[in-house]
């Protein structure tokens, strides 16, 4: 082993969890040193094929379970490279639900109002901004149009994306090339690099020690660039405070390893994880129907014919966002793009004579693909999901060179998860299948589970010790100096994209993790405005301030 390196804050992953946490202890003063499994890609590195071994399959992490699969980023920047950038503020009632606990799943100190001024910071820090119906791509369009034409309302989403960059290329899953996407890459991890802190690609954390005085070493080993199953080395680093923001489908694999060294785990660790009750259904646009039914014509006499273009989910329909409908009937239903590849091979085929999912009724599919519609659902779920033993090192064991692996994670959903799968399903129908418009097919569990790009909940936060990993102040149970700021800590599924919550929940946890680090002898402080000078937010969050730094 190389020589055992001093920070005082190591971070564990470079999304949004990460990267949040390293740019403001990094502004405060703190030495920070990020380590991050994938490589370090750059908008020119950014390559519009899914060539294996091109940027698509370098920067992506796709672990098959039993019974789901989670596809997620592994690189620099992490999830916010991958993401379609869509940050909508999670529903009031979210943090009320009770969940499969039977009672208040988020700790008393954080509801809507609590984390609005944090949802302000992050809005200004990448910024987000509600795009406008001339933003509205091709298939956004046809969406709101055939919601309205089912007496549905439609709305765009809020987005990171800067539309004056954006060409509508529709590539922005394997990374934007245009910097039009606001990714991780261009705002915390640059400003954080400006305040000294160090990023190392390739570089993937096994588990934590406790060294002599109290602080942790984090044990690491490098991958190979090319194939990501060939380890290059090991070493160790000791940091006063552990920030591990590695994903809800590596971080449980991180600390279930610590356990023999650093002693028993939370109960939580690695339990009641979510897939934000994801679901995806693919219709085939009837192309005369969309003329004839929705007044739709692009100018050049085609009605539709645009799967590809645009830039990911633009308009949603929220209808089912009503706190006063039961858990499980509360859902929200998104246009989105779906690149070749996954989306080719789970695509069925409706009403089927032979296979639904390949064969000769599958090619025929294939053939109408600019005409397909993507309808993306988030519904509340019962966290079903549960990680068993770790892998020997990772978060799966690696299949492929790249981006394919076999995990831990063991989903069984409920009869309640199933029952929002199928009202949500029905909704669908009775928007794109009214008077022929189109025809509508949920996409196959068969081939890998159900699957989430979103994992959530695996190391969640709460108040009660046997049901939450973490405190409300994201710190671990038992281990203090340790503090978990990625999807994992958030409680349960959102109904909505989870990055911007992600995100304000990290932001909300900075400043109990600086008063950690002063505990900690960290000369450290709290106070940094956004990444490019913005304070507006600031402003709004110092009333908290008190609270959260108190211990």
């Not at 990501?228 to 390893?257: E, N």
Request: glycine share 12%; proline share 7%; with cysteine.
């Amino acid at each position: 082993m190389n020589e055992i390196e001093r920070t005082d804050v190591l971070v564990v992953g470079s999304g949004f969890g990460g990267a949040i946490a390293a740019y403001h202890l990094a502004a405060g003063g703190a030495k920070v040193t990020v380590l991050e499994r994938g490589p370090w890609l750059e908008s020119e590195d950014f390559e519009h094929d899914f060539l294996l071994g091109a940027s698509f399959t370098r920067i992506f992490d796709f672990v098959v379970g039993d019974g789901m699969s989670l596809l997620g980023g592994n690189c620099v920047g992490g999830g916010s490279v991958v993401y379609f950038a869509a940050m909508p503020r999670a529903p009031r009632f979210v943090f009320e639900r009770r969940g499969s606990i039977g009672r208040r799943m988020w700790p008393a100190a954080i509801d809507r109002d609590a984390l609005e001024p944090w949802y302000d910071v992050v809005s200004e820090a990448l910024p987000v901004r509600t795009q406008s119906w001339d933003d509205v791509s091709y298939a956004g369009g046809l969406f709101a149009a055939a919601c309205d034409h089912a007496g549905r309302t439609a709305n765009p989403v809020p987005t990171a994306v800067d539309t004056s960059k954006c060409t509508n290329c529709n590539w922005m899953m394997a990374g934007c090339r245009f910097d039009a996407k606001r990714s991780l890459l261009l705002n915390y991890l640059p400003a954080a690099r400006a305040y000294g802190a160090q990023i190392r690609p390739l570089h993937e954390v096994q588990r934590l020690t406790r060294t002599d005085d109290g602080g942790y070493r984090v044990h690491y080993t490098t991958v190979d660039e090319v194939d990501y199953r060939v380890h290059t080395g090991s070493g160790a680093i000791d940091a006063k405070i552990v920030v591990l923001a590695a994903g809800a489908g590596a971080t449980p694999a991180v600390l279930q390893r610590s356990a023999p060294d650093l002693g028993p785990m939370p109960h939580a660790v690695g339990r009641y994880f979510s897939g934000n009750g994801e679901r995806l259904n693919t219709a085939v646009i009837d192309e005369d129907k969309a003329r004839d039914l929705l007044g739709l014509d692009r100018g050049d006499g085609a009605a539709y014919h645009a799967n590809q273009i645009g830039k990911g989910p633009v308009v949603a329909s929220w209808d089912n966002l009503d706190g006063s409908l039961p858990e499980h009937s509360r859902y929200s239903l998104e246009q989105l793009y779906f690149p070749p590849g996954f989306g080719t091979i789970l695509a069925q085929v409706p009403d089927a004579h032979g296979p639904s999912w390949f064969g000769a009724e599958k090619k025929k599919l294939v053939e109408r693909w600019q005409s397909w519609l993507t309808v993306f659902t988030m519904v509340e779920d019962d966290n079903e999901g549960e990680f068993g033993p770790p892998p020997p090192t990772g978060n799966a064991e690696r299949i492929s060179q790249q981006m394919l692996g076999r995990g831990p994670l063991r989903y069984r959903p409920s009869a309640n998860t199933q029952r929002g799968w199928a009202e949500s399903d029905a909704a669908i129908r009775s928007i794109l299948e009214r008077d022929g418009l189109a025809r509508v097919m949920p996409w196959t569990n068969d081939v890998v589970g159900a699957y989430t790009v979103h994992p959530l909940a695996s190391c969640r936060i709460g108040d009660d010790p046997h049901t939450s990993a973490l405190d409300d102040r994201h710190e671990l149970r038992g281990h203090p100096g340790v503090f978990v700021t990625d999807g994992s800590a958030v409680p349960g599924a959102l109904t909505v994209n989870p990055a911007m919550t992600v995100s304000a929940l990290a932001e909300r946890a900075m400043p109990g993790i600086v008063a950690a680090a002063r505990e900690r002898g960290v000369d450290v402080t709290y106070g940094a405005p956004t990444p490019d000078g913005g304070t507006g937010g600031r402003r709004g969050v110092r009333g908290q301030l008190p609270y959260l730094t108190r211990r």
